[in-house]
């Protein structure tokens, strides 16, 4: 993620220095615990925190652990790992249901932390899983926060409870007992109540939630917070504890480009496990937290499970087997290369993605450089396609691009790159479903591979002679590995006749009928 960039920078800069080494002694201890200190206060981690990270750090890579390892270097950094996930909470924290619905879930933070925008995350999120969530309108302060909560709940498909105006009218406290009637009435298994918060921590604010708390006795009490907040996050995050109390923290703006110091240092210092990330604008961009996998994350070893999570989310088994049979049977249509890149597209950002795979950091340029509008125009191209056109590319000729270029707002150009690059992954795509090794464009054949039965054709060799006769001649010295017009190989004839024995490449009277023949003339 964004917000963990330079920390991750810095950490893997620090451990690349270990690798070298066979032993590590306590200098070279010192010296990355000294730069992992750096990077984290940098971070805008809490000093506490970091005090207490470091020397634990320090005395596991003292110990026997570490100097009877194989790998050093590994050691420290597995150890740095666990410790990063102690501090992040140690292990996942999942929402705890009423054994009586409806569940009550309360949001409590700054303004401007999310708050609204995340109610509507978390309430589609719980509708995928079955639920049926009501979103309550409890900030009655800021200007238009009824207005936004009732847009969020129509964007998540999720009914909005809100029978004040808000803009300072009505009581918070009243609406947040008439929602639980209401919820009970109407069959609602959640209810999310959405609070008010102030720019800074303030006695009203503190006050008015507290008495919406006791009036409805939530089930959860959801802290929000910023990711991006720095060092104030930790006493924001006293203040709220210490004014409401909260059983979980949720990390908002988790994808800006801020130092992250508030994921690392909350739950640690709080005692109270963030439960949930919010990593984008859309309301898909939203996910439990996982502090192991958060941990790999930092360290650049990436997050294989949450991809493989957000791929089975999108992708339809049923659909995803027909593609892989069309590619297998040589079926794969542009049509069918739409529908793979809409699905893609509903995992949410590319980047994001892309930025999960182990040793991210080795391309995190290309990912800054990636154009997500890309896939916008790759399909506004095929759409502006016919049916036929998409089936049979083939079919397009030089009027049909321009009128598709036309179309979709694009050039010749762009048409062709993309009809072109089709052809390539299908290909790869019908190699790689036979079981064997794709050629990538620019790479030579992999030794050993199998390439779909075959392996790629070498290019023939062969004379450029204009006399017919000669050009034949050369073609069949060629065969046998000798240099046309000079000497025949070291032994046995030119045409596998056996002949001389070497001497000065003369060609035998067995060999010139063999070649007369060869020509035509015998």
């Known amino acids: 993620m964004a917000t963990f960039g330079t920390l991750s920078d810095r950490l893997a800069d620090t451990f690349k220095n270990l690798r070298n080494k066979g032993k590590l002694s306590p200098a070279d201890v010192d010296g990355t615990v000294r730069e992992i200190r750096r990077a984290l206060l940098d971070a805008d981690v809490a000093f506490d925190v970091v005090k207490a990270f470091t020397n634990t750090v320090r005395d596991r890579a003292l110990g026997d652990e570490v100097s009877k390892a194989l790998n050093p270097a590994q050691q420290v950094v597995q150890i740095v790992n666990e410790e990063l996930i102690?501090?992040?909470?140690?292990?996942?924290?999942?929402l705890e249901f009423a054994k009586n619905p409806p569940t009550v879930i309360m949001l409590a933070g700054l303004q401007g932390a999310g708050k609204t925008t995340l109610a509507g995350k978390l309430a589609k999120w719980l509708a995928k899983d079955g639920h049926t969530p009501l979103l309550v309108a409890c900030d009655l302060?800021?200007?238009?926060?009824?207005?936004?909560?009732?847009?969020?709940?129509?964007?998540?498909?999720?009914?909005?409870?809100?029978?004040?105006p808000g803009n300072g009218v009505g009581d918070p406290v009243k609406v947040a007992k008439q929602a639980m009637k209401f919820a009970r009435d109407k069959v609602y298994d959640t209810v999310i109540i959405d609070t008010a918060g102030r720019l800074g921590v303030d006695a009203g604010m503190m006050k008015q939630a507290a008495n919406i708390r006791k009036a409805v006795d939530p089930d959860e009490v959801l802290f929000v917070i910023d990711a991006m907040i720095g060092q104030d996050a930790v006493a924001t995050a006293k203040a709220f504890q210490a004014g409401v109390d909260f059983t979980g923290v949720?990390?908002?703006?988790?994808?800006g480009d801020a130092r992250g110091g508030a994921a690392l240092s909350v739950a640690s210092v709080t005692g109270r496990p963030i439960m949930f990330a919010s990593t984008g604008e859309t309301l898909d961009a939203f996910e439990p937290f996982h502090p192991d996998r958060m941990a790999s994350r930092i360290l650049d070893l990436g997050d294989i499970l949450s991809l493989i999570e957000q791929a089975q989310g999108a992708f339809d088994e049923a659909e995803a087997r027909a593609v892989a049979e069309k590619i297998a049977t040589d079926n794969f249509t542009l049509d069918d290369f739409l529908k793979q890149m809409q699905q893609l597209r509903k995992m949410g950002s590319i980047k994001g993605m892309l930025g999960m795979l182990p040793g991210a950091k080795g391309m995190r340029e290309q990912l800054e450089n990636f154009d997500e509008r890309e896939i916008v125009r790759?399909?506004?191209?095929?759409?502006?396609?016919?049916?036929?056109?998409?089936?049979?590319?083939?079919?397009?000729?030089?009027s049909r691009r321009l009128r598709i270029a036309r179309g979709s707002g694009m050039t010749v150009t762009d048409v062709n790159q993309l009809v072109q690059r089709f052809e390539q992954a299908s290909k790869m795509?019908?190699?790689?479903?036979?079981?064997?090794?794709?050629q990538v464009p620019g790479m030579g054949p992999i030794p050993g591979a199998s390439y779909g039965g075959k392996r790629p054709a070498a290019k023939k060799k062969g004379s450029k002679a204009g006399n017919p006769a000669k050009r034949a001649a050369q073609n069949a010295a060629l065969a046998t590995g000798a240099k046309p017009g000079g000497a025949a190989p070291a032994s046995g004839s030119g045409f596998g006749l056996g002949g001389a024995p070497a001497g000065d490449g003369a060609p035998s009277a067995e060999e010139m009928a063999s070649l007369q023949k060869f020509l035509g003339r015998g």
């Open 141 to 164: 302060q800021r200007p238009n926060a009824v207005q936004q909560l009732q847009v969020v709940g129509e964007q998540a498909g999720a009914a909005v409870f809100a029978p004040e």
């Open 378 to 398: 790759t399909e506004a191209i095929i759409q502006s396609m016919t049916p036929q056109e998409r089936a049979l590319p083939k079919l397009l000729n030089g």
């Open 429 to 438: 795509m019908k190699t790689v479903a036979k079981g064997g090794v794709p």
């Open 250 to 255: 949720v990390l908002s703006k988790l994808d």
């Open 86 to 94: 102690e501090i992040l909470g140690g292990r996942q924290r999942r």
